[in-house]
C-alpha cells in the first residue's frame, strides 16, 4: 500500500485557493495560511493530515498527493468538500 505525507488547505471558492497560492508563492508561509484559512480540521495542525494511504482521501485529492509533483503546492483541486491546495513532502 502505498502512502504519502502531506498538508493542504480547504477553502470554499476556486479564486480564495487561487489567491492563497499566490501568497505561498510569494514566500508567505503554508502552514500560518492554513491555520487561519482552511476550514478543514487539519487547519489547526497548519494544514498537516499526517501520513495517508492511497484511496483514503476523496479522489480528486488521493490523484494530486498520489500522482502530481513533490513540495509543490498543487491546485485549486475541487473536491465535493470545496477546493484544496495540496503539498505533499514524502511518497513512498
Known amino acids: 500500500m502505498r502512502s504519502a505525507m502531506a498538508r493542504h488547505i480547504l477553502?470554499?471558492?476556486?479564486?480564495?485557493?487561487?489567491?492563497l497560492k499566490h501568497r505561498v508563492e510569494k514566500g508567505d508561509n503554508f502552514e500560518q495560511l492554513a491555520r487561519k484559512h482552511s476550514q478543514c480540521p487539519s487547519g489547526k495542525r497548519g494544514g498537516d493530515l499526517g501520513e495517508v494511504k492511497k484511496g483514503q482521501m476523496v479522489a480528486s485529492v488521493d490523484k494530486a498527493i498520489f500522482s502530481g509533483p513533490l513540495r509543490?503546492?498543487?491546485g485549486p483541486v475541487?473536491?465535493?468538500f470545496g477546493y484544496h491546495l495540496v503539498q505533499v513532502y514524502f511518497r513512498d
Not at 11 to 19: G, L, Q, S, Y
Open 11 to 19: 477553502v470554499k471558492t476556486a479564486d480564495e485557493a487561487k489567491a
Open 72 to 74: 509543490q503546492v498543487q
Open 78 to 80: 475541487k473536491s465535493r
